[in-house]
């Protein structure tokens, strides 16, 4: 298992998708989940709607390699349209070990045709994997509660995907039952499941990692 960090490893809410951020989770070798966006003509980091502040994408890239962080960066796609410009930020910080998700669908197809390693959404409200046979792995979700098993996990890996799933802190649950459920398991021993979380080194204590 690979433990990332959600918007960055922040202690304060309002260090989420900042600096301090991102410098706290690749200094550590976190990779990270993060929001991209258009403004002005150039991509940057944002959840929400995007403004003069926001740090721009080259930056955050910058900061990943400055650290020599070798974890995963799962870029959630706000905006449709960016592959061009991504692509080209991807190939300038050589930039492989990522995924993009969250896309709309027919944006997703442009995202498949141009070659960018993706994976699919599954959640409560998603019960169709958009383009399963095609991607790269599932962004797994639960909004409410903990849906699936452990079973639906192992499933798709034997499908050949990688499965990154959102820890239930993320959603202001108790996180312990899904770790547990996950650890005895035994899933925290494999390098196709990646957890994603706003606790990190929390997570790495607990599953020993």
């Not at 990779?31 to 959840?47: A, C, K, N, P, W």
């Not at 991607?135 to 034997?158: K, M, P, R």
Request: charged share 20%.
């Amino acid at each position: 298992m690979e433990i990332i960090s959600h918007r960055g490893y922040w202690i304060d809410p309002q260090e989420k998708n900042t600096e301090a951020a991102f410098v706290r989770s690749f200094s550590k070798n976190y990779g990270t989940e993060t929001d991209f966006r258009d403004y002005e003509g150039q991509l940057v980091i944002s959840h929400d709607m995007a403004d003069a502040n926001c740090m721009l994408a080259a930056t955050f890239f910058d900061i990943y390699n400055q650290h020599h962080c070798t974890g995963t960066l799962a870029l959630n796609i706000k905006a449709d349209g960016l592959q061009a410009p991504l692509m080209d930020l991807l190939k300038a910080h050589n930039i492989t070990n990522y995924f993009v998700f969250d896309m709309s669908v027919p944006d997703l197809l442009h995202y498949d045709r141009q070659g960018f390693i993706y994976y699919s959404r599954r959640s409560e409200y998603e019960e169709t994997v958009s383009k399963y046979a095609d991607c790269h792995g599932i962004w797994l979700d639960a909004f409410l509660s903990v849906w699936y098993t452990t079973g639906d996990i192992e499933q798709f890996i034997q499908d050949g995907k990688k499965v990154a799933i959102v820890s239930c802190d993320l959603h202001r649950r108790d996180h312990q039952p899904l770790w547990t459920m996950l650890k005895a398991a035994g899933l925290h021993h494999n390098p196709n499941v990646i957890l994603c979380t706003d606790i990190p080194e929390d997570a790495s204590a607990f599953f020993e990692i």
